[in-house]
């Protein structure tokens, strides 16, 4: 198992692709702290689903937008599974528009999940993590941090700065032995993404455009996506740092 003995937040995990993390996590050793801040029920399936293969789970009701939040997330992870070895920032929302169609709240509460919150969580665990010797975090970011489509102001920003806060990241905190690496997923069929198709207005013909963004004519399954997060979070990936993994399906080839 790769995550043997590894404690593991996973920010996000009440459906999509932080599920997928978090369930294959488990399978893979590790214990982990299942997190959200709106859909408890999504987060206590994904707990039931990860005992019910006889792995280690808890949730905590949280918003990675709020430092006190973050600070009780990682203490539950500390006093449950006695340390944290591992932060998966997945949390994320989109909100669509442009700087026109954007309300300034809109634009903050974008910024203070998709990037605040990471920001956040972070803070709160690398001192953990650097008490268990150090260990990985993942950020997970997108290719629109560096492809930009219509009508996503806030969201390409916000996934943009993720990338450079990793990079920050991986540099000041190498010497606890804490490794920080962007995930940039292409398009996966998870709750998001089906909001995102449904606003769109024509629910058929972005979900081709989507589909045809990869070379392979599909989108990506959560799985797929958790592999990749799997690689970063473990010891196989112990000299990489600073990097950005994409996911995509080749969303930038052709
Ligand atoms: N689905 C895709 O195609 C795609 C592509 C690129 C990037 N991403 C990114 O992947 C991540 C997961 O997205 P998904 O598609 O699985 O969407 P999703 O809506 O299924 O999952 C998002 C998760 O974040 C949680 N969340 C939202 N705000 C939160 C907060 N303040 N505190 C804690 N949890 C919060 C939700 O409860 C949910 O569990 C996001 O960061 C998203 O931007 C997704």
Redesign the pocket.
Same mark, same amino acid.
């Given at each position: 198992m790769r995550l043997q003995g590894k404690v593991a937040i996973v +920010?996000?995990?009440?459906? $999509? *692709?932080?599920?997928?993390i978090a369930i294959l996590f488990a399978k893979e050793g590790a214990s982990v702290v299942v /997190?959200? /801040? @709106?859909?408890v029920k $999504?987060?206590e399936e994904t707990v039931a689903m990860i005992k019910k293969d006889g792995g280690k789970a808890i949730f905590v009701h949280?918003? &990675?937008? @709020?430092p006190a !939040?973050c600070e009780r997330m990682v203490k539950a992870a500390v006093d449950t599974f006695g340390k944290l070895d591992i932060l998966v /920032? /997945?949390?994320?929302?989109?909100i669509r528009g442009g700087v026109m169609a954007l309300s300034e709240e809109q634009w903050d509460e974008m910024m203070? &999940? !998709?990037l605040k919150?990471i920001f956040c969580a972070s803070k709160a665990a690398i001192p953990e993590i650097k008490k268990a010797g150090g260990g990985s975090i993942v950020n #997970?970011?997108? #290719? *629109?941090a560096f492809d930009a489509i219509p009508e996503r102001a806030a969201?390409c920003a916000a @996934?943009a700065g993720a990338i450079h806060l990793s990079k920050s990241m991986a540099l000041d905190y190498a010497k606890y032995n804490i490794r920080t690496n962007a995930l940039?997923? $292409?398009?996966?069929? +998870?709750? =998001? =993404?089906e909001?995102s198709m449904i606003d769109s207005g024509d629910y058929e013909a972005t979900k081709k455009v *989507?589909t045809n963004k990869s070379v392979f004519g599909r989108? $990506?399954r959560?799985e797929e =996506?958790a592999y990749a997060a799997l690689f970063l979070a473990s010891d196989e990936s112990s000299f990489v740092t600073g990097s950005v993994l994409q996911c995509d399906g080749g969303w930038f080839l052709g």
């Amino acid at each position: 198992m790769r995550l043997q003995g590894k404690v593991a937040i996973v +920010t996000g995990s009440s459906s $999509g *692709l932080g599920r997928a993390i978090a369930i294959l996590f488990a399978k893979e050793g590790a214990s982990v702290v299942v /997190n959200a /801040n @709106k859909n408890v029920k $999504g987060g206590e399936e994904t707990v039931a689903m990860i005992k019910k293969d006889g792995g280690k789970a808890i949730f905590v009701h949280a918003s &990675v937008a @709020k430092p006190a !939040d973050c600070e009780r997330m990682v203490k539950a992870a500390v006093d449950t599974f006695g340390k944290l070895d591992i932060l998966v /920032n /997945n949390a994320g929302l989109e909100i669509r528009g442009g700087v026109m169609a954007l309300s300034e709240e809109q634009w903050d509460e974008m910024m203070s &999940v !998709d990037l605040k919150g990471i920001f956040c969580a972070s803070k709160a665990a690398i001192p953990e993590i650097k008490k268990a010797g150090g260990g990985s975090i993942v950020n #997970v970011s997108s #290719v *629109l941090a560096f492809d930009a489509i219509p009508e996503r102001a806030a969201y390409c920003a916000a @996934k943009a700065g993720a990338i450079h806060l990793s990079k920050s990241m991986a540099l000041d905190y190498a010497k606890y032995n804490i490794r920080t690496n962007a995930l940039c997923p $292409g398009a996966f069929h +998870t709750p =998001l =993404l089906e909001q995102s198709m449904i606003d769109s207005g024509d629910y058929e013909a972005t979900k081709k455009v *989507l589909t045809n963004k990869s070379v392979f004519g599909r989108m $990506g399954r959560p799985e797929e =996506l958790a592999y990749a997060a799997l690689f970063l979070a473990s010891d196989e990936s112990s000299f990489v740092t600073g990097s950005v993994l994409q996911c995509d399906g080749g969303w930038f080839l052709g």
